[in-house]
């Protein structure tokens, strides 16, 4: 069992930045790839970033050249910089770890003002 726990949310004007973390109880070198997610209100989860094992990186088109996923295996830690923030970014941010099972952290809310 491996839990993920995410924090780095807040409140933050248009066009401001964040960096969410998601630490996991152990090590996550083992897993074939981890991502984020987002929620809003009354929408289903949608892929935001997965980065691979291999440090290979993807992205949803709307969030390709303000966001950035990255991994540091050495503190177990998923991270996604989140630059040029818009309203429509606001979500609950969701990480998720992928080998033989599927885990997934609580969430942590971003809100981006106008």
């Known amino acids: 069992q491996v839990q993920l726990a995410e924090s780095g949310g807040g409140l933050v004007q248009a066009g401001g930045s964040l960096r969410l973390s998601c630490a996991a109880s152990?090590?996550?070198?083992?897993?074939?790839?981890m991502g984020w997610y987002r929620q809003a209100p009354g929408s289903p989860r949608d892929l935001v970033a997965t980065i691979t094992s291999s440090d290979s990186t993807n992205y949803v088109d709307s969030v390709k050249g303000r966001f950035t996923i990255s991994r540091d295996n050495a503190k177990n830690t998923l991270y996604l910089q989140m630059n040029s923030l818009k309203p429509e970014d606001t979500a609950v941010y969701y990480c998720n770890a992928v080998g033989v099972r599927s885990f997934w952290g609580q969430g942590t809310q971003v809100t981006v003002s106008s």
């Open positions: 152990r090590n996550i070198f083992g897993f074939n790839y």
